[in-house]
């Protein structure tokens, strides 16, 4: 079974530019999740996808935004990129509540993003 | 936000030495996971723990959640250098979704 993909691995932008990451979850999974994980310590919630609609969403400005498409692939979009946004993005998928306690969350490797 | 605040933040032990991470919340979660992340790769989850009191292992990893539900702790006996990453625990709202801890990156020296 494939996992979590993402894409691409890696991202180099420039300031001041847009950035699209990428993410298709596991099949059966109807969640999508984004996480910000900056210096390799904690995952700050990004966005949280389910059924096509936005679930919920952490304390990032508009200019970070996503979608979730009717196959249940995902799109995160950075407008105006800044320095500050360089970091890792995982996504990660899982089955809807409460199924998603007994497997929790799947990750994937994740997009290096770096702002130039 | 739940803030789910993480303890030691960083942490280097030799091999063969026992260790504790410890998981603290002030907000009351119906379940709770552990997570552990290598370099270069995405969390993966290693346990579940559902009922206040619960202890679970995992070879040499033991789990347990608090009597309330609002922290947890890992202990690692023996530690070895594949069990080097980043632990991260995740506390469910109930039908909501998982809140993520601050992170301990644990280092096993050979």
């Known amino acids: 079974e494939a996992g979590v993909t993402q894409s691409p691995t890696h991202l180099i932008k420039t300031r001041g530019q847009q950035a699209t990451l990428r993410c298709s979850p596991i099949?059966?999974?109807?969640?999508v999740y984004w996480y910000q994980q900056a210096l390799g310590l904690g995952l700050q919630f990004l966005l949280w996808?389910?059924?096509?609609?936005?679930?919920n969403r952490g304390n990032f400005p508009p200019r970070f935004s996503g979608r979730q498409f009717p196959n249940y692939s995902s799109e995160l979009n950075v407008n105006a990129l800044e320095l500050e946004d360089s970091a890792l993005y995982l996504c990660a998928s899982s089955l809807r509540w409460p199924l998603w306690t007994d497997y929790g969350y799947t990750f994937g490797s994740g997009t290096r993003l770096t702002v130039v | 936000t739940q803030l789910l605040e993480q303890s030691p933040q960083f942490l280097s032990i030799q091999e063969g030495e026992n260790l504790t991470v410890y998981c603290n919340s002030s907000?009351?979660?119906?379940?709770l996971q552990w997570y552990r992340q290598e370099p270069g790769e995405g969390p993966v989850l290693l346990v579940t723990v559902v009922t206040g009191g619960e202890v679970k292992k995992l070879k040499r990893l033991t789990f347990q959640f608090g009597d309330a539900r609002k922290d947890s702790s890992l202990h690692i006996t023996a530690a070895q250098p594949g069990d080097t990453g980043l632990y991260l625990c995740a506390g469910e709202n109930t039908g909501n979704q998982f809140y993520f801890g601050t992170g301990t990156s644990l280092t096993v020296i050979p």
């Open positions: 099949s059966g999974h109807t969640s």
């Open positions: 996808y389910d059924e096509g609609e936005e679930r």
């Open positions: 907000s009351v979660f119906s379940s």
